[in-house]
């Protein structure tokens, strides 16, 4: 089972949280999962992928323009309808706008006709409501993306797990 997560990255942080999916996916036995950048991806591996997880920075509380403009001009092409998708994103600060970010993602995934999954509260610790949000290392001492690294590959195992159960 194949399983693709496509990042929009340009300082680094959205791009090592989408490896640290990765890391936690190909934990699963029988999953081959691969990261992608907007700029720079296989579409046969993600046609060919039986879920995607979409990940994107906060830019003032609202998905980037280069991932924006990615979900309308490529994403259609990809055959999404009926994968898995779920969704994840970094910021800058605590209540920096992730979860929006993480929202309307969700939402152009459900438009494709995809079947989103975040494993909610019924996994456990670590609850993960819609997606996991990494907050990065500029400003606040208590945070840095190390700190979400577990978090990150957790949400992959459970996502490529239900993956595995729907799609074998
Ligand atoms: C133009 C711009 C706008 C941003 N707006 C926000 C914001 O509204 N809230 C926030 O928490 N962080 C904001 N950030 C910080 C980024 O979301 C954060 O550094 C993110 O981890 C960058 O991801 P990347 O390293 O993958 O590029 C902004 C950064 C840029 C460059």
Redesign the pocket.
């Known amino acids: 089972m194949k399983l693709s997560v496509i990042y929009d990255?340009?300082?680094?942080?959205?791009?090592r949280a989408a490896e640290w999916i990765v890391e936690g996916m190909n934990e699963i036995e029988g999953t081959v999962a691969r990261a992608f950048s907007v700029e720079d991806f296989d579409p046969d591996f993600i046609k060919e992928s039986s879920g995607v997880v979409i990940g994107c920075?906060?830019?003032?509380?609202l998905m980037t323009p280069n991932m924006r403009s990615w979900l309308f001009s490529e994403a259609g092409k990809l055959g999404m309808a009926g994968k898995l998708g779920g969704a994840f994103a970094?910021?800058?600060?605590s209540h920096?706008?992730g979860e929006l970010i993480i929202q309307s993602i969700l939402t152009n995934e459900m438009v494709f006709g995809m079947l989103c999954y975040s494993g909610g509260g019924s996994c456990g610790a670590p609850v993960i409501h819609l997606g996991p949000v990494g907050i990065?290392d500029?400003v606040e001492k208590y945070n840095g993306m190390d700190n979400y690294r577990d978090n990150f590959r957790v949400y992959g195992r459970r996502f490529a797990s239900k993956a595995k159960e729907l799609f074998g």
């Open positions: 990255s340009k300082t680094g942080n959205t791009k920075p906060s830019y003032a509380a970094t910021e800058q600060y920096g706008g990065n500029n």
